[in-house]
T-cell receptor, first 112, second 118 residues
Framework: DVKVTQSSRYLVKRTGEKVFLECVQDMDHENMFWYRQDPGLGLRLIYFSYDVKMKEKGDIPEGYSVSREKKERFSLILESASTNQTSMYLC???????????FGQGTRLTVV | AQKITQTQPGMFVQEKEAVTLDCTYDTSDPSYGLFWYKQPSSGEMIFLIYQGSYDQQNATEGRYSLNFQKARKSANLVISASQLGDSAMYFCAMREGRVQGGSEKLVFGKGTKLTVNP
């Protein structure tokens, strides 16, 4: 079974902290994605990557950066966390020739 | 502009009846794919069905079928014989970009909350 694992299920951070959200997939997928999910807004794409060291901005990249040093790992970085970044963060991965994308269990981040 | 539009924030259906969840999309890419995902209250994202832009037939998976109307840019999900366990959020999503290498974007709609009544 394909597995996408996010490092934390729940996280509480202080305003101004640098926050790392980690995502690891075990099926050699080329494509990886970070989303945030907020009520009424669905899943909004933050960043995506199609190869090691390659990244592209999604629809809401402001305040975030990403890192993909190894194919299996895609990290989301909040350079200076703010309260409006309190949200559920979802990581997903997909092989280009496959159909479905696989999701991690999500990280609920609260910034206080 | 929104790439994926789900116009029904909430839908209600009686158990054992069929229900259609609407999805329209916007892309100029000739190669794209459309997905439907289910998210129950537990939060996990469950893949339901996929339709490629070049697929000749509408996709079906058990009780789920996708009513793909390319000219109208719509990809509605039809759930037949609804069950209580179908109560969940449903998201429509679109993959666009080159399949053979290169970047591939995957964007979602705002979702429809389906409630199945006994």
């Amino acid at each position: 079974d394909v597995k996408v694992t996010q490092s934390s299920r729940y996280l509480v951070k202080r305003t101004g902290e640098k926050v790392f959200l980690e995502c690891v997939q075990d099926m050699d997928h080329e494509n990886m994605f970070w989303y945030r999910q907020d009520p009424g807004l669905g899943l909004r794409l933050i960043y995506f990557s199609y190869d090691v060291k390659m990244k592209e901005k999604g629809d809401i990249p402001e305040g975030y950066s990403v890192s993909r040093e190894k194919k299996e790992r895609f990290s989301l970085i909040l350079e200076s966390a703010s309260t409006n970044q309190t949200s559920m963060y979802l990581c997903a991965s997909r092989r280009t020739v496959n159909t479905e994308a696989f999701f991690g269990q999500g990280t609920r981040l609260t910034v206080v | 502009a929104q790439k994926i539009t789900q116009t029904q924030p909430g839908m209600f259906v009686q158990e054992k009846e069929a229900v259609t969840l609407d999805c329209t999309y916007d892309t100029s890419d000739p190669s794209y794919g459309l997905f439907w995902y289910k998210q129950p209250s537990s939060g996990e994202m469950i893949f339901l069905i996929y339709q490629g832009s070049y697929d000749q037939q509408n996709a079906t998976e058990g009780r789920y079928s996708l009513n793909f109307q390319k000219a109208r840019k719509s990809a509605n999900l039809v759930i037949s014989a609804s069950q209580l366990g179908d109560s969940a959020m449903y998201f429509c999503a679109m993959r666009e970009g080159r399949v053979q290498g290169g970047s591939e974007k995957l964007v979602f709609g705002k979702g429809t909350k389906l409630t199945v009544n006994p």
